[in-house]
């Protein structure tokens, strides 16, 4: 079996300058309803999900049976890439690619699709026997992995696969924390500045100091905590009545995670507590509330599952050695292990993404390629 790395390439090309900001992934799903229906796919099937996330198309669906009797496995990427994303146009040097400089290049996560693609050109074109194999093609991971979040797995057949995704190429990621989102709304009491300060509470002061004493950055070797947004306060001259704070808390431990979410929570709440009136003529007390999303469970594979023991043996047919890792981030994997699909993340050789001088090597994608036919052809298992 060979992998034709100039067809790759030009698809790679064509790809990442087919524009898919989130939420605007049709023509790019057009694009692989086309390729994957030509290449004799079972059923290629775009699901219901643009009505949950405001994309204009669905998750997309691709199913080959193949032969061999053994069980199915799934490979997932997304879509949708970050911006600037406007008239993307592709520069090739030797085995580079990166972009013209002033927008992303998108192999995060075209890299992924390319390699789909490719193996499964190659398979149709040998008639090489394969087992079953499902493709998951979702929409706006980059804002919130909603595509996913909304994706029916039932719809899957297929128990266990890869999110082909970040990293380089040879990772797998095994292990991604948990995230809850923090939304935390400080009330106090509007009031003149210059007339009558004392009657106001001011939620900015409050918000700050609860801040200035909370926990931040990696808190310990499997957690982080981060403050990223505030907005409050309407004008110089009020004491500000309202101040919202949004942050996260990860962790690779769900325990930790609970614990320093209700952590922070109590340091909001315990602000408010212990705020004394300094006037003594305050006409109000400052109130806090503090709304907890859980964004995504975490991803912990065993070492041993048969999802990594299936991928390290088709990597050691070709002479290669994976390196199983954690990530800091979260995916689509996060969200499919969270309802049940064993999923791996499988780096694709990827570099600075979500930059403008994003960039990945032809060599990666094809490497990819040949370790997905691998998997789909020898391993028996
Ligand atoms: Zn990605």
Redesign the pocket.
């Known amino acids: 079996m060979q992998v034709d790395a100039e067809r790759l390439a030009r698809e790679f090309v064509a790809l990442c300058e087919t524009e898919s900001l989130s939420q605007s992934e049709a023509k790019v799903c057009r694009r692989l309803k086309e390729v994957f229906t030509e290449l004799g796919a079972e059923s290629v099937i775009e699901d219901q999900s643009s009505a949950q996330t405001g994309a204009d198309c669905g998750n997309l669906l691709v199913r080959f049976s193949g032969t061999l009797p053994l069980p199915p496995l799934f490979f997932t990427c ?1 879509m949708d890439t970050v911006g600037p994303a406007q008239g993307i146009r592709v520069q090739r040097k030797g085995d580079l690619f990166t972009s013209s400089g002033d927008t992303v290049l998108g192999s ?2 075209k890299s992924g699709i390319v390699a789909c693609i490719e193996t499964m050109r190659v398979l149709h074109e040998t008639g090489t026997a394969h087992r079953p194999v499902e493709f998951l093609f979702t929409t706006c ?1 980059e804002i919130g992995l909603l595509g996913a979040k909304a994706f029916d797995v039932g719809m899957l057949t297929a128990r266990e696969g890869y999110a082909l ?2 990293g380089s190429f040879g990772d797998v990621d095994i292990r991604a924390p948990a995230l809850n989102r923090l939304i935390v709304t400080v009330s106090g009491v509007a009031a003149h500045a210059g007339a009558h300060p004392e009657w106001g509470v001011s939620a900015i002061i409050l918000a700050a100091k609860a801040l200035a004493d909370m926990p931040q950055g990696r808190v310990d070797k499997e957690s982080t905590i981060n403050f990223g947004l505030i907005q409050g306060g309407t004008a110089i001259n009020i004491v500000p009545d309202k101040v919202v704070v949004e942050g996260e808390v990860r962790s690779h431990n769900p325990e930790k995670l609970a614990q320093l979410t209700e952590a922070v929570r109590n340091r909001f709440v315990n602000t408010a507590r212990h705020w004394t009136d300094p006037g003594g003529a305050a006409r109000g007390k400052p109130r806090i509330e503090v709304q907890v999303k859980q964004e995504f469970l975490v991803m912990q594979l065993a070492e041993q599952a048969p999802v990594i023991r299936r991928i390290d043996q088709a990597a050691a047919s070709l002479g290669l050695n994976l390196r199983h890792g954690e990530t800091g981030g979260g ?1 689509d994997a996060n969200i499919l292990n969270g309802k049940g699909l064993v999923t791996a993340v499988l780096g694709t050789g990827m570099t600075n993404i979500h930059a403008t001088n994003e960039q990945i090597a032809l060599a990666d994608m094809t490497g990819l390629t040949r370790l997905l036919l691998t998997l789909l052809t020898e391993v028996t298992f």
Do not use: I, L, T, V
Request: hydrophobic residues 0%.
């Open positions: 997304h995060d996560d991971e995704d970040g995916s």
